[in-house]
C-alpha cells in the first residue's frame, strides 16, 4: 500500500497532494511542503546577504581613506551593528534551515518534515522578525549601535527603538528554536527504515548536531536580551554596576550563546562540504565515522571555550588558563576534518565543476581563518590581538569563504537537482574565481592592519594604516559586485536554462537525493526506498 | 513490520510531535534557568 | 581535458600574484605600512611578540604542508590525466597519526603560552600606581601618589579634521587621531601598577609598545603593570566600542627619563595647588566667558556641538533649552551628575570646579542664550560638598 492513500482525518489535508497548490497564497503563505519552505528560506536569506552586503559596502566606502567622507560615526555604528546582526541571523542561518528542509527528507528517504505546519511558522516569522529590526533604522533613536554583541551598559544608552530589536532577537530565536525541533524531530523519526544513523549523509549528522547547539543556547541568549530589556525599560539591574550588577556577566552569558553560535554556522558547512569532496573525487569520503566525532567533540568543546572572547575584561589566571587550553583543543578534531578532506581527494579522479572550486576554495581558506583562531587562542599574545582588524580578519575567513562558500557550494551542487536544468559552468567559475580573488584582497591585508595597531568598530583611522584600508575596500566592492554574478546564474538557471538535468546529475554523486527524479517530486519519499550500498552516500562500512 | 501501513505513519508522527514537545520543553526550561539564575543571583 | 588545464593555469596564477603581494611587503624596501605586531618596549611586549612568531611560523608550517598535500592531489589526481580513483574508505593508522601530531603540537605551544601568560599576568612589587578612568570618550589619569589628575582628550586639530567633510585632508594632521591635549607622562624603568576602571561604558585601554590592553570596566577596577625600557613617545587607542567617539580617543604616552619624570611631576603639583586656590577666589564674567568658550571646545563640542544645535534625537541642543535657561541649580545638577542611561556623563569627578562654573557660563550665555548669569567656582564647590 502505498503512502498516497492513507490520509488520517486528524491532519490537515494540505501537506499531502501530489502537486504544488496553484494559487500564489496556497503555494508560497500557506505552503507545509519541505520543498516550497525551504525555496522561501533560500530566497530570503539571500535578500539578507545582499541588504547586509550593501551595509558593508558602506562601511568599506568610509574606510576607504582617512578622515569621515560620507557618514556620521553613529550611522557608521549602526552599519557595524547592524550588518553582524543580518548576515549572522538573517542570511548564514536562514540559508542552512533552508539547505536542511530541501536536503534533509530527501537525503534520509522521508516524504516530508515531521512537522510541516511549524515548519510553515518557523519560516513566516523571520520576514516579520527582520522587518521590525530594520525599521529601527528609519526610528529617531535609530538603529542598535554597540556592535552585534550588544554589550552593556553601551548598547542600554540606545533609546526606545532597543525594544524593536529585542523583541526582534526574541522572533529569530524561536524561529532557529522551532526550526532545530523539526530537524530533530524529522531525523530521529522519519528516516526510511534501515538507514540507520552511521550510515546518514554527513550535511544531516551535521545538522542534527547543529539542531541540538541551537536548542541549547539560543534560550540562553533569549535570556541575556530579556535581562537587558529590563535593565533599560523596567529599572532592573542585572547588568548595571550602579545598582550592584555586572556588565561582565552578560558578557560570560552572551559568549556561552556566541561561541557555540559561531559552530552553528560552520557545522552544516562542513556537512556539504564532506558531500560534494567525495562526488567531485569520485571516491568515498575519508573516515567517515571520524568526522562524525570529530563534530560531535567540536560541539561538545564549543561550550567550554566562550572566555576566550574575554581574555581582556580581567579574570583570574587559572580562568584564563582553562579557556587557553580548551580553545586550543577545538584545533584537534577541526584538523582531523581537514585532513580527512584531503584524503578524500587523494588518490580520487578528480574533475573540478563549480561545487567542487567553492569546496576546494572553502578548505583552504577556511584552515586559514582556523589557524587564526589558533593564534587567538594564544591568552598572552590575544591581549594584543582583540578587539583589533586581526580578529576582524580571522572571523571573517572562517564566516565568508568559509561558511559562505560552503553556501554557494551547495548551491551550485543541488541547484539543477532543485530546478531540474544545469546552470551555466562558465558562468559559475567565473564567479568563483572572481569571488576566491577579491575575498582575499578584501580579507587578508586585515590582517596587517590588526597587527600593526587599528582597533575594530572605528569609523576613522589614523594616516598610517591607509594603504592596507583601501586595498581592503576595493577587494570589497569587487567581491560584492560579483555577488551580482551568482544571482544571474541562479535566475538564469531558474527561468532560462534549456539543459535539462539528470536524476544522478553529477557523475559521481551518491545518496538518496540522487535517485529522485530532477526536479524531485513534490513530496520526496511517499514510499520509503530500499537503503542499500548504492543509495547510501557514505558509511565506514566497507572495512 | 508494516512500514508504509497507515498505522506506521501515524506512530511516526505522533512520536515525532512527542519529541518536539520534549526538545521544546527543554529550550524553555534552559530558558527559565537562565532568567532565574540572573533574578536569583542578585 | 581543456577545461583541467584552465584549472591549473588559474590557481597558479592566483597562487603566483598572492605570493608577489607578499614579497613585495616582506621586501626590505618596502617603506609602507607597517604589516606586523609590534616589538614594543617592555619585556611583556617582547615575549607577547615572540610568541606571536612562534606560533605564526607553526601555521604557516601546518598551512604549507596541508596545502601542497592537497595541491599535489590536485595536480596528479584528475580525471582528466585518467587517473583511477581508488576507493580506500580509512585508515586507523594515519588517523591516529594525525590527531597525536597535532595534541604534541599543541603541548609544545602550549609551554610558552604559559609561562608568558603567568608573567604578564602576575605583577611584581610596583613603585607607583596610576588610576586611569574611561570616559565617553577621553580618559583621565590620576597618580595615586602624587595628588596628580588630569584628563586627556583627542587634539583639538584632529578633533576638527575628523568632522563628516571637514575639508581639512588628514594627512596634513600631525599624528592625525592619534595626538592628545594631555598624553600620559611615566618614568621609564620603573615598576608601575595601573587601577583600571571606566565611569559609564565599557572601554579598553591598548597602548602596543606596552604589549596588552585591558578592559576598563564601569563599577570594577582591573589591575595591569609594566615596566617600560625606554624614554620616548607611544601611541595607543581605545580598544573596546564605546560609543559614537569610540575611535576618537586616542591615548598618548610620555615616557620620561626618571630625573626628567621628577621635574615634571613637581611641575604638577605646583599646577594643582594652584587650581585649588582658583577655585576659591572670585572670577569675572570675562574670564568665565574665555575659559568657558575653551572648557566648551575640548569637553563639551562633540556632542552638543560648536553651535550649540546638539545632534537630534540622542544629544540635545543646548541653545535655547529650558536647562540652560532655566534655574542655576538644577543646571548645574545635570552637568555635575550627568543623565543616568545617555553619554551625557557626569562631569563632577572629571574637571576642575572652576573649568565647570565657566562652561556653565558661556553656556548661559552663549548661541542666543541670554541669562546674564554668572556662575562663580566657589558655588560649584558649595554645590558639591552638599
Ligand atoms: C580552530 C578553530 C577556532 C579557534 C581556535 C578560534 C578562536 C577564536 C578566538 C580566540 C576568538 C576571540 C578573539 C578575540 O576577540 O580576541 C575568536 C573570535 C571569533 N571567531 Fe573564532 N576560532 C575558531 C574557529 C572559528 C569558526 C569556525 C568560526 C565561525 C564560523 C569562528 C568565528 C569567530 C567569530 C565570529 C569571532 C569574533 C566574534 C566577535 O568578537 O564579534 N571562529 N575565535
Ligand atoms: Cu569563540
Ligand atoms: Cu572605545
Known amino acids: 500500500m502505498s503512502i498516497e492513500t492513507t490520509h488520517s482525518h486528524d491532519e490537515s489535508h494540505d501537506d499531502h497532494h501530489d502537486h504544488a497548490p496553484s494559487g500564489f497564497l496556497d503555494r508560497w503563505l500557506f505552503t507545509t511542503n519541505h520543498k516550497d519552505i525551504g525555496t522561501l528560506y533560500l530566497v530570503f536569506s539571500l535578500l539578507m546577504f545582499f541588504i547586509g552586503g550593501s551595509m558593508a559596502m558602506i562601511i568599506r566606502a568610509e574606510l576607504f581613506m582617512p578622515g569621515l567622507q560620507l557618514v556620521e560615526p553613529d550611522f557608521f555604528n549602526q552599519m557595524t551593528t547592524m550588518h553582524a546582526l543580518i548576515m549572522v541571523f538573517g542570511a548564514v542561518m536562514p540559508a542552512w534551515v533552508g539547505f536542511a528542509n530541501w536536503m534533509i527528507p530527501m537525503m534520509i528517504g522521508a516524504p516530508d518534515m515531521a512537522l510541516p505546519r511549524m515548519n510553515n511558522w518557523s519560516f513566516w516569522i523571520l520576514p516579520f522578525a527582520f522587518t521590525m529590526l530594520l525599521s529601527t533604522l528609519f526610528m529617531d533613536s535609530g538603529g542598535p549601535a554597540a556592535g552585534w554583541t550588544l554589550y552593556p551598559p553601551l548598547s542600554l544608552q540606545g533609546g526606545q527603538s532597543f525594544a524593536f530589536v529585542v523583541f526582534a532577537v526574541h522572533m529569530m530565536g524561536i524561529s532557529s528554536i522551532m526550526g532545530s525541533i523539526n530537524v530533530i524531530a524529522t531525523i530521529l523519526n522519519m528516516r526510511a527504515p534501515g538507514m540507520t544513523l552511521l550510515k546518514m549523509p554527513l550535511f544531516v549528522w551535521t545538522w542534527l548536531i547543529t539542531a541540538f547547539l541551537l536548542i541549547a543556547v539560543m534560550p540562553v541568549l533569549a535570556g541575556a536580551v530579556t535581562m537587558l530589556l529590563t535593565d533599560h525599560f523596567f529599572g532592573t539591574s542585572f547588568f548595571n554596576a550602579a545598582g550592584g550588577g555586572d556588565p561582565v556577566m552578560f558578557q560570560h552569558i552572551f559568549w556561552f550563546f556566541g561561541h557555540p553560535e559561531v559552530y552553528i554556522m560552520i557545522l552544516p558547512a562542513f556537512g556539504v562540504v564532506s558531500e560534494i569532496i567525495p562526488t567531485f573525487a569520485r571516491k568515498p569520503l575519508f573516515g567517515y565515522t571520524a568526522m562524525v566525532y570529530a563534530t560531535a567533540s567540536i560541539a561538545f568543546l564549543s561550550f567550554i571555550v566562550w572566555a576566550h572572547h574575554m581574555f581582556t575584561v580581567g579574570m583570574p589566571l587559572t580562568g584564563e588558563l582553562f579557556f587557553m587550553y580548551a580553545t586550543m583543543l577545538i584545533a584537534v578534531p577541526t584538523g582531523v576534518k581537514v585532513f580527512n578532506w584531503v584524503s578524500t581527494m587523494w588518490r580520487g579522479s578528480m574533475t573540478f565543476e563549480t561545487p567542487m572550486l567553492f569546496a576546494i576554495g572553502f578548505v583552504v581558506l577556511f584552515t586559514i581563518g582556523g589557524l587564526s583562531g589558533l593564534m587567538l587562542a594564544i591568552a598572552a599574545v590575544d591581549l594584543q590581538y582583540h578587539d583589533t582588524y586581526f580578529v576582524v580578519a580571522h572571523f571573517h575567513y572562517v564566516l565568508v569563504p568559509g561558511a559562505v562558500f560552503a553556501l554557494m557550494a551547495g548551491t551550485y551542487y543541488w541547484l539543477p537537482k532543485w530546478t531540474g536544468h544545469m546552470y551555466s559552468e562558465k558562468w559559475g567559475k567565473i564567479h568563483f574565481w572572481v569571488s576566491t580573488i577579491s575575498v582575499n584582497i578584501l580579507f587578508f591585508p586585515q590582517h596587517y592592519l590588526g597587527l600593526a595597531g587599528m582597533p575594530r568598530r572605528i569609523p576613522d583611522y589614523s594616516t598610517q594604516f591607509a594603504d592596507f584600508n583601501m586595498i581592503s575596500s576595493i577587494g570589497g566592492f569587487i567581491f560584492g559586485a560579483s555577488q551580482l554574478i551568482f544571482v544571474g546564474v541562479i535566475v538564469h538557471c531558474v527561468y532560462k536554462s534549456r539543459k535539462a538535468a539528470t536524476a544522478q546529475v553529477w557523475e559521481g554523486a551518491r545518496g538518496l537525493e540522487w535517485t529522485l527524479s530532477s526536479p524531485p517530486p513534490y513530496h520526496s519519499f511517499n514510499t520509503p526506498p530500499p537503503i542499500n550500498a548504492s543509495t547510501v552516500a557514505h558509511a565506514d562500512e566497507a572495512h | 513490520m508494516s512500514l508504509n501501513s497507515r498505522e506506521d505513519l501515524a506512530n511516526r508522527r505522533s512520536r515525532a510531535v512527542k519529541t518536539a514537545w520534549l526538545l521544546g520543553l527543554i529550550a524553555a526550561g534552559i530558558f527559565v534557568a537562565f532568567v532565574l539564575s540572573g533574578v536569583l543571583g542578585h | ?386
Not at chain 3, 277 to 286: N, P, S
Not at chain 3, 292 to 304: I, M
Request: with cysteine.
Open chain 3, 1 to 386: 581535458m581543456k577545461k583541467q588545464n584552465t584549472f591549473i593555469v588559474a590557481t597558479a596564477v592566483t597562487a603566483a600574484v598572492i605570493a608577489a603581494f607578499w614579497l613585495l611587503l616582506a621586501a626590505p624596501g618596502y617603506t609602507g605600512n607597517e604589516i606586523n605586531m609590534t616589538r614594543g618596549v617592555t619585556a611583556q611586549s617582547m615575549i607577547s611578540y615572540k610568541l606571536h612568531m612562534i606560533i605564526l611560523w607553526i601555521c604557516v608550517v601546518i598551512g604549507v604542508i596541508v596545502f601542497s598535500a592537497m595541491f599535489y592531489s590536485i595536480v596528479a589526481h584528475r580525471k582528466s590525466k585518467g587517473y583511477e580513483a581508488s576507493q580506500f574508505t580509512h585508515s586507523t593508522k594515519a588517523e591516529i597519526v594525525w590527531t597525536i601530531i597535532p595534541v604534541l603540537i599543541l603541548i609544545v605551544m602550549a609551554v610558552p603560552a604559559t609561562t608568558a601568560l603567568v608573567h604578564m599576568e602576575v605583577a611584581p612589587e610596583t613603585e607607583m600606581t596610576v588610576k586611569i578612568t574611561g570616559f565617553q570618550w577621553r580618559w583621565k589619569y590620576q597618580y595615586m601618589e602624587d595628588e596628580i589628575s588630569f584628563i586627556s582628550s583627542l587634539h583639538l586639530d584632529s578633533n576638527a579634521a575628523r568632522r563628516l567633510a571637514s575639508g581639512t585632508n588628514p594627512e596634513s594632521v600631525e599624528n592625525y587621531l592619534l595626538e592628545v591635549d594631555n598624553p600620559l607622562v611615566l618614568p621609564a624603568n620603573t615598576k608601575i601598577k595601573f587601577l583600571i576602571t571606566a565611569d559609564d561604558v565599557i572601554h579598553s585601554w591598548w597602548v602596543p609598545a606596552l604589549g596588552w590592553k585591558r578592559d576598563a570596566v564601569p563599577g570594577f577596577i582591573n589591575e595591569a603593570w609594566t615596566e617600560i625600557l625606554e624614554p620616548g613617545v607611544f601611541r595607543g587607542q581605545c580598544a573596546e566600542l564605546c560609543g559614537k567617539d569610540h575611535g576618537f580617543m586616542p591615548i598618548v604616552l610620555n615616557v620620561l627619563p626618571k630625573d626628567e619624570y621628577q621635574a615634571w611631576a613637581e611641575q604638577q603639583r605646583e599646577r594643582m595647588a594652584h587650581q585649588d586656590e582658583e577655585t576659591r577666589r572670585l572670577w569675572t564674567r570675562d574670564e568665565l566667558m574665555a575659559t568657558g568658550e575653551n572648557v566648551y571646545a575640548a569637553q563639551c563640542a562633540t556632542c552638543h556641538q560648536a553651535d550649540g544645535q546638539g545632534l537630534a534625537p540622542a544629544f540635545p541642543a543646548l541653545a535655547g533649552s529650558a536647562v540652560t535657561q532655566g534655574p542655576v541649580e538644577d543646571h548645574i545638577q545635570v552637568v555635575l551628575n550627568g543623565r543616568e542611561g545617555t553619554a551625557m556623563q557626569a562631569w563632577g569627578n572629571m574637571l576642575s570646579d572652576s573649568d565647570i562654573a565657566a562652561a556653565l557660563t558661556y553656556t548661559r550665555n552663549a548661541f542666543g542664550n541670554e541669562t546674564g548669569d554668572v556662575v562663580q567656582p566657589q558655588t560649584i564647590t558649595r554645590i558639591k560638598n552638599g
